[in-house]
């Protein structure tokens, strides 16, 4: 069964601090990776899409890692804003297979920044 | 504004009342596609449009009746429902492909009374 599996469920850290996001997937056959930012009550914005054949790929200050073999992937923020309080969501696109729209959603990091 | 422009915003509604939710896009794409999100839940498909055609209907209850005029417009009619139904849906639309512009709505935040 195709799963993502994010950790922290939740994370709080101070403003100017860095962290790193993590994402865990079993989709086969794996086609492509999104992380979204999902401010509260809003729908899901795109930061990063990477291939199989890409390990990294960045956005300002937000820079997402791929290692395809052991299928986990990262997003770092660097020196985190206010602004950066959302939650996170990894989204795997398999080649077919997973949902009918070909997507594994994980559940989300609920991420707050504090000043 | 993403280019998927979900109206309304907010809804409450009680159980016996019928409200429609409204999906537009003019990005050109040629699926589209609506979401239930919970809290603490991954996004839930509910439907799928491919070409104005339903090709995936995700074992939703009776009570959601989706509708696709043509590509560009989406509604989710709503009757009937029930507190558990209480959610943010959202819509999304996909040019052919890999699902590279894979784009959301703001989403319609539903409270059922």
């Known amino acids: 069964k195709n799963q993502v599996e994010q950790s922290p469920q939740s994370l709080i850290i101070l403003e100017g601090k860095n962290c790193t996001l993590q994402c865990n997937y079993t989709v086969s056959p794996f086609s492509n990776l999104r992380w979204y930012k999902q401010d509260t009550g809003r729908g899901p914005v795109s930061l990063t899409i990477?291939?199989?054949?890409?390990n990294t790929k960045s956005n300002g200050r937000y820079t997402a890692t791929l290692d395809a073999d052991t299928k986990q992937s990262s997003l770092h923020i660097t020196a985190s804003q206010l602004s950066d309080s959302a939650s996170y969501i990894c989204v795997v696109s398999a080649r077919s297979g997973g949902g009918a729209d070909g997507l594994t959603f994980g559940k989300g990091t609920h991420l707050i920044i504090q000043p | 504004e993403t280019g998927v422009t979900q109206t309304p915003r907010h809804l409450v509604m009680g159980m016996t009342n019928k409200k429609s939710l409204k999906c537009e896009q003019h990005l050109g794409h040629n699926a589209m596609y609506w979401y239930k999100q919970s809290a603490k839940k991954p996004l839930e498909l509910m439907f799928v449009y491919n070409f104005k055609e339903q090709t995936e209907n995700n074992s939703v209850p009776s009570r959601f009746s989706p509708e696709c005029p043509n590509s560009s417009h989406l509604f989710l009619h709503l009757h009937t429902l029930q507190p558990e139904d209480s959610a943010l849906y959202l819509c999304?639309?996909?040019?052919?492909?890999?699902?590279?512009?894979?784009?959301f709505g703001s989403g319609t935040r539903l409270t059922v009374v």
């Open positions: 999304a639309s996909n040019p052919p492909g890999q699902g590279y512009g894979y784009t």
């Open positions: 990477m291939t199989f054949s890409e």
